[in-house]
């Protein structure tokens, strides 16, 4: 069982009978009965209660007595109990009766007993009372219309709360129509009215029609007698449903906006009305605001956000509930769900243990509460593998449980006894696996019949544990009478929900009977394999279809690890096949199987987010194909919906497809064209000189599919402690000698089966699972004895490694696109400065960002990009200049794209992986949008020769390993970028600048960019001294994508060029004028002697 913050989370305000706005007749002084209750003072309130009584009674206002069953009723249940409190009630009605034929009179009294009811929980005698209420109202000549519209609309809320929702809708739609003949009928009563019908609507999931009915609601609140702040609490409670209708319709942009705004104005309430307990109503309402608002976080994969808001939630409901609510218990579980989420499982066993003590706090008991927490918290202690612990807590569970339901069993029991059956199955426990997964079948077989649709899951728990027993015959039996009862539904089904809804179940039943077969075989040829490859097929198929419908967050987990599993089975069959007949086809459909499940997770993940652009996608073409999947579902979600419907919009979205594959190929390509993989194509694409070793798991066990221009196989690898080995590495960061041994363990697993084979030196890593999480390159052929032989004993001094996350992207040496711009840069640097001023622009301490306020300053960066950009005449973006709006209006179209901010890689939902830019503080509206997400980086032009993503962070937990790499590298290579230069893990910013640094060097010398990353690091660990040389310090930064030279253009040296012309031109300058006025001194002087001559020829 997989226990969803959505499922916990989302809380419906619903108004019953609106207590906080009724009036009271002041003179009976019910008022001092009531404060007697709350200060719990029963005997000063049985006395009140009795004077006032009797000094009606004594008058004989007879008809002013139809309050007090409800107080006598609360009394009684604190002297003794909730038996003997209805029974006084009960008999104070019956001696009203006696004294009064008013029918008025009764019926009040009547809803008075509702009230009792109410109190004490009693949902079916509320409906009975209510409902004698309207018998007497109805015999009334002069009843007023309000007043039926008052008992309508109870009546209404007593069969919601017993789930009737066809009677509760009936009652609802009776009471608007009572109000609308009333003249003095309050609009506000109309409104609740309206929110009655509304919340049936949605709860039967007629989202349309519940938006419609909200939306009635408002206007009337709107239009109301209530003033002030009780109006905008009206409103804003009307809206918080309405929100939820949109989160449902996939408006969850709209209702996050929403939701904020209801925020927002319950604070007004909360900090400006004078109305305690309207404002203590508003602070319980903003709390569940708050948690309704995680829950649409959670369903776009904000599940980190979601978490965040819980934690303020549930402080908000500190301040507003009794500490021994079991309100706050649920809000810590609401917590520790998100915590388990996030994987973060020690830290959701701390908040569930603070939720039972919570729980256990009360002076009431709660007994189905504490079984469902302890489920959790069990399932927590399995996730981390501690079988021991976790069967304890189960235990535990499944006797409150058992207490609770000894014979009628819930839907939270029933999915307690599958979780549970299964976990022990998976730990070898077979025989109690069994008798409990039984349990649960038999219990939904004779409540509902062999034809009932909730069967189908015990069908599919019992063949899952025979074959986690392996057990195969009986997993194999009951995977076909799953099978049988699919197919025997289809026939019978006339309507679209029912045929396609029992499909889309057929891949799960066709999958153990698949494997289940297999396994019971011992001799399996060729023709038996390909029966269960072509079985499986047809399970790819309504998976397939499947994903054009699924955007849910829970569907979309569900459907991908459905195809997973079908993917895996796959495989396997495909690798038996080759293995038996070493046909290239074979290993062209294990290739194409693995390839396809990458880009399936992409596509079905960016499923989930309606506000997903594509650049050079017009509007118009998202809008069709929103609205095509719209239709696809629509025509599914009514029960009366003819399959022709669903058919038919069918039929209309492959038309689009088939379109988009003409008019816009990669986007079609992109998210929508059949991965195919043949290996002969693949090497026939391969550079030269260029080996190719995909890493790939099959069966639990490790490939590597290894392959050049002339030759290709397929090698087992032993994968035993791998995922350990890779954890250690970031563990023990500090122990040399552990690292050293570490790094040569790992050569030994996953590069020593295959160095023969790898006799280039290009090599091209595409990792699978945990292996992104390792750099290859600090693999040693042996052990190091110091770190200084890393420059000479590692992958990194023998090849030159880039990396890629699919072989289909791997293409021949292909001319690099000139750009006219070589570089840009953008750095913000996170330092006090920056922190501060977002500080400062902050009024609400709801909207901070604490995660920017924590983010590490990047000073090197700042130099490294304001260093580059004038080396190479290109433009740097420093500090708040470098926010999120310049870089998508800049970044496009240059050769360098240098990205010097912090990332985060987000392996639970890989399109939430993002790139954290400077705050905008210039425009408030765009503030807190400083995170470009994966999913938006596909709207952008980003084209270039290279990215680099510098003083990364990225978060990565061992759940799905490298997933948000992956989804983050094909985001940028759709986006335009040929490759990505990124780290791996949180890398020391001195180190990968001086690395980065190198690198330009060689990239300008005319390298390729696999090559120059290469000397860049040999160079640093050359050079570095002491632990600095550790792998920590450079391995991360790893290329992926295109690894070609990049042109960039000669040094722009023109002032140097300008500034020698000069000299030389002043110096000749200089030279000639010196020298003519030399010459003229030198003829002067020629003169005056020959003259001289001339004289003493006279003379003499």
């Not at 929403?258 to 508003?282: P, R, T």
């Not at 039929?651 to 993989?677: G, V």
Request: net charge neutral.
């Amino acid at each position: 069982m997989v226990v969803t913050l959505r499922n916990s989370l989302y809380i419906l305000y619903f108004f019953i009978a609106l207590p906080l706005f009724a009036q009271q007749d002041s003179s009976l002084k019910l008022e001092q009965i009531d404060n007697f209750l709350d200060a719990n003072q029963i005997k000063k309130a049985d006395s009140a209660l009795n004077t006032q009584i009797n000094q009606l009674m004594r008058l004989k206002l007879y008809d002013s007595l139809y309050h007090y069953p409800l107080y006598i009723g609360k009394i009684t249940l604190q002297k003794k109990n909730a038996t003997d409190a209805v029974k006084e009630a009960k008999k104070f009605v019956d001696n009203l009766k006696s004294l009064t034929p008013n029918k008025r009179t009764l019926f009040r009294t009547y809803l008075s007993m509702d009230q009792l009811y109410l109190y004490l929980g009693d949902d079916d005698n509320c409906v009975i009372a209510s409902k004698k209420a309207l018998e007497y109202a109805e015999s009334l000549a002069d009843v007023k219309p309000k007043e039926l519209g008052h008992i309508n609309y109870v009546i209404g809320s007593n069969y919601y709360a017993l789930y009737d929702l066809s009677n509760a809708l009936r009652y609802f739609k009776q009471a608007v129509s009572a109000y609308e003949k009333s003249k003095d009928a309050k609009k506000s009563k109309v409104s609740d009215a309206h929110n009655g019908i509304a919340v049936s609507y949605w709860t039967l999931n007629k989202l349309d029609s519940a938006k419609i009915a909200f939306n009635k609601a408002i206007k009337f609140a709107e239009e109301s007698e209530l003033k002030g702040f009780d109006k905008l609490y009206y409103i804003n409670a009307f809206k918080f449903n309405l929100a939820l209708v949109l989160d449902d319709s996939g408006n969850v942009g709209e209702a996050i906006e929403m939701k904020k705004d209801i925020i927002k104005n319950l604070s007004n309430i909360i900090d400006n009305s004078k109305d305690e307990e309207l404002v203590q109503e508003s602070e319980r309402l903003q709390s569940s605001a708050f948690s309704n608002l995680a829950a649409f976080y959670n369903d776009i994969g904000f599940v980190s956000k979601a978490y965040d808001m819980l934690t303020y939630a549930y402080k908000k409901k500190k301040l507003v509930y009794e500490p021994t609510s079991p309100r706050l218990a649920t809000a810590l579980y609401q917590i520790a769900t998100a915590e388990i989420e996030l994987k973060d499982l020690d830290k959701g066993i701390e908040s569930i243990n603070k939720a039972l003590a919570q729980l256990k706090s009360s002076s009431n008991k709660y007994t189905s509460l504490e079984a469902e927490f302890l489920q959790l918290k069990a399932r927590a202690y399995a996730e981390k593998g501690d079988a021991l612990t976790a069967t304890r807590i189960y235990e535990e569970s499944e006797e409150l449980y058992s207490q609770v339901y000894p014979t009628e069993y819930s839907r939270a029991y029933l999915i307690f006894l599958r979780d549970y059956a299964l976990f022990l199955a998976e730990n070898g426990e077979k025989e109690k696996a069994v008798a409990t997964a039984k349990k649960s079948y038999n219990y939904v077989r004779e409540n509902g019949g062999n034809d009932n649709f909730p069967l189908l899951k015990e069908y599919g728990t019992l063949a899952n544990i025979y074959f986690l027993a392996k057990d195969y015959q009986k997993a194999y039996e009951w995977a076909e009478k799953g099978n049988t009862y699919l197919d025997n539904r289809i026939k019978e089904a006339s309507f679209a929900m029912d045929s396609l809804q029992v499909e889309f179940r057929q891949p799960t039943f066709i999958l153990f009977e698949a494997k289940s077969k297999y396994h019971s075989t011992s001799s399996r040829d060729e023709d038996f394999l390909l029966k269960l490859a072509h079985k499986l097929n047809q399970a790819f198929t309504i998976l397939e279809k499947r994903k054009a419908i699924t955007f849910d967050a829970d569907d979309v987990s569900t459907l991908l690890s459905e195809s997973k599993t079908v993917s895996d089975f796959g495989k396997l069959l495909y690798l038996e096949l080759y293995n038996l007949t070493s046909k290239p086809a074979y290993l062209s459909k294990i290739i194409e199987l693995h390839e396809a499940g990458i880009y399936n997770k992409i596509r079905t993940r960016l499923s989930l987010k309606f506000d997903v652009n594509f650049a050079n996608i017009p509007k118009s073409i998202f809008e069709r194909e929103k609205e095509l999947k719209k239709e696809l579902t629509s025509s599914l979600s009514k029960k009366d919906a003819k399959i022709d419907a669903f058919f038919k919009a069918e039929k209309s979205w492959e038309i689009f497809i088939d379109s988009l594959k003409i008019s816009y190929p990669d986007y079609y390509k992109m998210r929508y064209a059949k991965i195919e993989a043949d290996i002969n194509q693949l090497q026939s694409k391969l550079p030269t000189e260029t080996t190719v070793v995909r890493y790939l798991k099959i069966d639990g066990k490790l490939y590597a599919y290894v392959y050049s221009k002339t030759q290709n196989s397929l090698v087992a690898l032993s994968s035993d402690g791998i995922s350990e080995l890779i954890n250690s590495l970031n563990n023990n960061v500090t122990n040399t000698d552990e690292i050293n041994n570490t790094l040569h363990e790992l050569y030994n697993s996953l590069w020593f089966p295959i160095e023969d084979k790898v006799v280039s030196k290009r090599v091209i890593i595409i990792p699978d699972g945990e292996l992104f999480n390792l750099s290859f390159e600090m693999m040693t052929r042996k052990k190091n004895q110091s770190l200084k032989e890393f420059s000479s004993n590692s992958l990194l001094s023998m090849h030159t490694i880039s990396y890629n996350y699919s072989l289909l992207l791997l293409e021949e040496q292909r001319k690099t696109i000139d750009y006219s711009n070589d570089f840009i840069a953008f750095a913000p640097e996170f330092n006090r400065e920056m922190k501060e001023n977002y500080k400062i622009s902050i009024t609400d301490s709801l909207n901070i960002d604490r995660t920017y306020l924590t983010l590490l300053p990047q000073p090197f960066t700042v130099d490294l990009a304001s260093e580059y950009s004038r080396l190479f005449n290109g433009e740097s973006f420093i500090n708040e200049n470098a926010s999120k709006q310049v870089f998508t209006s800049q970044a496009k179209e240059h050769k360098i794209i240098h990205i010097g901010t912090h990332a985060e890689s987000n392996n639970i939902s890989p399109e939430l992986s993002r790139l954290i830019f400077a705050k905008n503080l210039n425009d408030e509206s765009a503030t807190d949008d400083n995170s470009l997400y994966t999913y938006e980086i596909y709207n952008q032009n980003l084209s270039s020769n290279l990215a680099i993503l510098t003083a990364c962070e990225t978060g990565k937990p061992s759940y799905q390993s490298g997933e948000g790499m992956i989804s983050l590298a094909h985001a940028f290579n759709y986006a335009g970028s040929e490759s990505i230069l990124t780290s791996l893990w949180k890398i020391d910013e001195q180190s990968s600048t001086t690395i980065i640094d190198n690198f330009y060097g060689y990239l300008k010398n005319g390298l390729p960019k696999d090559e120059a990353l290469q000397k860049a690091k040999l160079d640093y660990i050359a050079n570095a001294e002491g632990r600095t040389r550790s792998p920590q310090y450079w391995a991360g930064l790893v290329l992926i994508g295109d690894s070609s030279p990049i042109d960039l253009s000669p040094d722009n040296l023109w002032w140097v060029w300008a500034t020698l012309i000069l000299v030389i031109f002043l110096a000749l300058y200089f030279f000639i004028r010196n020298r003519i006025k030399s010459r003229s001194r030198l003829g002067k002087s020629s003169i005056v002697h020959n003259n001289t001559a001339s004289n003493r020829d006279i003379e003499t």
